[in-house]
C-alpha cells in the first residue's frame, strides 16, 4: 500500500523542485497560444496547486484560483501559499485514521477525504508537466521527473488496515487519463516539437507516448520476469533518438502498454510489489506519477498548438477511490 502522507510529501517536494531558478518575469508571464489566448503564469498554477492542499470547509477567498481572474500572483505570495500548504497537510495527514480519510464531506463533493489526497497530487503532477513545458519555451533547461522517490515513497505490506489505493485501479485509472489528453490531436500536431528559446526543441507528442509506453513495459518485464520489445525502436528514453515516431505507431504501442499493465497488475501481491528489485518496490507509483507529468506537458502543447485545455483529474467515483473501489 501507499501512505497518503508519503505520496503528499513526495509530490510537494517535486513540485518545488520545478520552481528552481525562475524569475519574477519568467514565473508570471503567460505563454500564447496559436490562434489567440495565453495560458495560465507559473505563479496562478502555484496557486491554484496550494488551493487543492489547503482545501477545507471555510478556505481562504484567495485561494480560489480555478476560474475567473487569471491575473498572476506575485512569486513571493504564491511561494507562500504552497509553504502554507505543505505546513497545512503535515499538520494533519500523517495522523489521519483510516475512518476520516473515508469520510465524504460536503465540500469534496461526493469524494472522501482519502480520495481527495490523490486527487491534489495527481493534480499537482500534472501541472508539474505544464510549468516543465513552459520553462523550457523560456529557456530553461529542461528539469527531469522523477526524483529519487526511494527517499519519501514506496510499497508497503499492508499492515492490517484497508488497501489504501488499488494498484491495479491507480494505473488504470493513469493510463485513461493519459489517454484523454490526446483527444482531437491530429497526426500532423502529434509528431510537432515546439521551439524552445535557447534554439532547441522539446520532444514531440508522440515521442512522449513512446516514453511512457516504455515505463509501463518495464514495469511489466520486471515484474514477470518476460522481456519484451516493441518494434526495432523501443528506447524513447535520455539521449535517445528525438525523431517523432508516427501517431499510428505509438497510439499502437501505449495500447499494448495497457494491456500488458492488465495482464499482470490486478492479481500483483504484497509480497511481489514490496519485492526489492533493481529498481525497487516504489517502480510502479514512480511510472504512475511519470505518467501524470507527461500529460501534463501534453496538455501544455495542446494549448500552444491552439487546442483548448483539457480539465484533469477526471472523475475518480467508481474508478480509484481511497480503500479501493466497491
Not at 485561494?63 to 500572483?73: E, S
Not at 520486471?222 to 508516427?246: I, V, Y
Request: glycine content about 8%.
Amino acid at each position: 500500500m501507499y501512505s497518503p502522507i508519503e505520496v503528499a510529501r513526495f509530490t510537494l517536494a517535486e513540485f518545488n523542485r520545478n520552481l528552481e531558478g525562475l524569475s519574477e518575469d519568467h514565473a508570471r508571464v503567460r505563454m500564447t497560444k496559436a490562434g489567440g489566448g495565453a495560458m495560465n503564469a507559473i505563479t496562478w498554477a502555484m496557486a491554484h496547486i496550494a488551493g487543492h492542499w489547503l482545501s477545507r470547509p471555510g478556505q481562504p477567498a484567495g485561494f480560489a484560483f480555478r476560474t475567473g481572474d487569471p491575473t498572476p500572483p506575485v512569486l513571493a505570495d504564491a511561494r507562500a501559499w504552497l509553504d502554507e500548504a505543505a505546513a497545512f497537510t503535515e499538520s494533519w495527514l500523517p495522523a489521519a485514521e483510516a475512518e476520516l480519510l473515508r469520510s465524504k464531506p460536503d465540500f469534496l463533493r461526493g469524494e472522501s477525504i482519502g480520495t481527495g489526497v490523490m486527487r491534489a497530487a495527481l493534480h499537482t503532477w500534472f501541472h508539474c508537466g505544464e510549468i516543465n513545458v513552459i520553462r523550457q519555451l523560456l529557456g530553461h533547461p529542461e528539469i527531469a521527473f522523477l526524483g529519487d522517490i526511494t527517499e519519501y515513497l514506496e510499497w508497503r505490506e499492508a499492515d492490517g488496515r484497508a488497501e489504501m489505493y488499488r494498484p491495479a485501479e491507480l494505473a488504470r485509472f493513469t493510463l485513461s487519463e493519459f489517454e484523454r489528453g490526446l483527444e482531437e490531436l491530429t497526426a500532423v500536431e502529434a509528431i510537432a516539437r515546439l521551439d524552445k528559446a535557447d534554439g532547441t526543441q522539446t520532444n514531440s507528442i508522440t515521442w512522449t507516448m513512446g516514453h511512457v509506453s516504455t515505463g509501463w513495459l518495464f514495469d511489466y518485464a520486471l515484474m514477470t520476469g518476460e522481456r519484451f520489445q516493441f518494434g526495432e525502436r523501443a528506447f524513447f528514453g535520455p539521449n535517445a533518438d528525438p525523431t517523432p515516431p508516427s501517431f499510428e505507431e505509438m497510439r499502437a504501442m501505449f495500447a499494448t502498454a495497457k494491456d500488458l499493465t492488465e495482464q499482470w497488475l490486478p492479481d500483483a501481491t504484497d509480497e511481489l510489489l514490496s519485492s526489492k528489485r533493481d529498481f525497487g518496490p516504489q517502480e510502479l507509483m514512480r511510472t504512475v506519477l511519470h505518467t501524470w507529468f507527461h500529460t501534463g506537458e501534453i496538455n501544455a502543447m495542446r494549448q500552444m498548438r491552439g487546442h483548448d485545455e483539457i480539465r484533469f483529474v477526471g472523475r475518480m467515483a467508481g474508478q480509484l477511490e481511497y480503500g479501493g473501489v466497491a
